[in-house]
């Protein structure tokens, strides 16, 4: 979306309700005001939609994530679509969704990518 005062690309990451995720929406607008290129911030828009999708499938809260459940997301990243729901076994034959480049960026801090 183009924001009607700068022109500027924006992008909005939206919860269950189809309303936008207050944290997310914060950091994308940092991102922004301090002039990181709109491709950077789709990316981060696009990794943090995946982390918050993995918080909501395990039922955790973003303030509360342990150290373990960081690991868990990089395997999750791996796994495809269809199995990340839990209701669909992967096989171990089947090759890894995200790229390892991608499962290192989008496993990252957000905070030391900036």
Request: aromatic share 8%.
């Amino acid at each position: 979306m183009l924001l009607p005062a700068s022109r500027r690309e924006s992008w909005t990451v939206l919860g269950e309700d189809d309303t936008p995720l207050a944290p997310i929406e914060r950091y994308l607008a940092y991102l922004s005001d301090i002039e990181k290129s709109p491709n950077t911030v789709k990316v981060y828009a696009h990794d943090l939609k995946d982390w918050f999708a993995f918080l909501q499938t395990r039922g955790l809260d973003w303030r509360e994530v342990q150290l373990e459940d960081v690991g868990e997301f990089v395997a999750w990243l791996r796994l495809p679509p269809a199995g990340r729901t839990g209701r669909v076994a992967v096989l171990p034959s089947v090759s890894a969704h995200c790229t390892e480049s991608t499962v290192n960026r989008k496993g990252q801090p957000a905070d030391s990518r900036a």
